[in-house]
T-cell receptor
Framework: AQRVTQPEKLLSVFKGAPVELKCNYS??????LFWYVQYSRQRLQLLLR??SRESIKGFTADLNKGETSFHLKKPFAQEEDSAMYYC????????????FGKGTLLTVNP | NAGVTQTPKFQVLKTGQSMTLQCAQD?????MSWYRQDPGMGLRLIHY???????DQGEVPNGYNVSRSTTEDFPLRLLSAAPSQTSVYFC??????????FGQGTRLTVV
């Protein structure tokens, strides 16, 4: 069974500092990895997915199959980045059976 | 375009009561899913559907029923509410390999 581990429940950084949210997964087969973000009082929304290789809002994430990791990074954090971040893996390449990590609450201090 | 709409937003139930959480999407998406979000647990899949008339269990299906009679609607039924079902419930929909779109959530308290 797939599993997603986000080791940090809370992460606090200052504005302008680099930020890295860790995500490790276990999955047999070819995983599809996602980062979802939930801002205060808003619905969960997709931040980025590994197959698109995009940079969204300055965030990037690289899939490292050797280390089974999909860490989310941003070189200069902004206050508006404060949110709950969830790493997720799609089952069998699909997006309707997502396995989520427990989430990391990022706080960016002024 | 409303996206994924969940009703109600808040609900308080007594132990043993039954109720239905509604989820509707207007994007003609083929698949829909229900998750529950608990503190420190992330989101866990309850049930999902890959099309009208097709449903299957997720990770935590006990105590919940679903049906998918139309493409648009995917209601989640609590048969006999228990305090352990106090949670925030999210419905999601998607098509093919696109992202999953989530509703605003329903905050349920069972007393």
């Amino acid at each position: 069974a797939q599993r997603v581990t986000q080791p940090e429940k809370l992460l606090s950084v200052f504005k302008g500092a680099p930020v890295e949210l860790k995500c490790n997964y276990s999955y047999s087969g070819s995983p599809e990895l996602f980062w979802y973000v939930q801002y205060s009082r808003q619905r969960l929304q997709l931040l980025l997915r590994h197959i698109s290789r995009e940079s969204i809002k300055g965030f990037t994430a690289d899939l490292n199959k050797g280390e089974t990791s999909f860490h989310l990074k941003k070189p200069f954090a902004q206050e508006e980045d404060s949110a709950m971040y969830y790493c997720a893996v799609g089952s069998g390449g699909s997006n309707y059976k997502l396995t989520f990590g427990k989430g990391t609450l990022l706080t960016v201090n002024p | 375009n409303a996206g994924v709409t969940q009703t109600p937003k808040f609900q308080v139930l007594k132990t043993g009561q039954s109720m239905t959480l509604q989820c509707a999407q207007d994007m003609n998406h083929e698949y829909m899913s229900w998750y529950r979000q608990d503190p420190g647990m992330g989101l866990r899949l309850i049930h999902y559907s890959v099309g009208a008339g097709i449903t299957d269990q997720g990770e935590v299906p006990n105590g919940y029923n679903v049906s998918r009679s139309t493409t648009e609607d995917f209601p989640l039924r609590l048969l006999s509410a228990a305090p352990s079902q106090t949670s925030v419930y999210f419905c999601a929909s998607g098509q093919g390999d696109t992202e999953a779109f989530f509703g605003q959530g329903t905050r349920l308290t069972v007393v």
